[in-house]
């Protein structure tokens, strides 16, 4: 059975840090790109980073980059997602996602429906 737990979200403030955590199970976790997403109340689910199956080259979207590192370690089956420097337009549930669709040397977050597995998502609220 195909599993995709995130953890690691909470109530932080402004300029905080968080850790999330994607622990998957059921699959070849190494042959997959990993996604995250978040979406705020009221939004589209949008696309933050990625990370590739293969050479482990990740992709951010822009109002993350600088404060967001995305890494795998897939000895564990996990992938990490830090968060540094949150502002409060981070507040959403942000889930995590696999695909094989990209081969092992490219991901891309611009589409939802390229991940075929999905978690079930974790809040983070940025707030004083």
């Known amino acids: 059975q195909v599993q995709l737990v995130e953890s690691g979200g909470g109530l932080v403030q402004p300029g905080g840090s968080l850790r999330l955590s994607c622990a998957a199970s059921g699959f070849t976790f190494g042959d997959y790109a990993i996604g995250w997403f978040r979406q705020a109340p009221g939004k589209e689910r949008e696309g933050v980073s990625c990370i590739e199956s293969g050479n482990g080259g990740t992709w951010h979207v822009d109002s993350v980059k600088g404060r967001f590192t995305i890494s795998r370690d897939n000895a564990a089956n996990t992938a990490n997602l830090q968060m540094n420097s949150l502002k409060s337009e981070d507040t959403a549930v942000y889930y995590c996602?696999?695909?094989?669709?990209?081969?092992?040397?490219?991901?891309?977050?611009?589409?939802?429906?390229?991940?075929?597995?999905w978690g079930r998502g974790t809040q983070v609220t940025v707030s004083s």
């Open positions: 996602a696999a695909t094989r669709r990209f081969g092992r040397s490219w991901c891309r977050v611009a589409y939802s429906t390229d991940y075929n597995y």
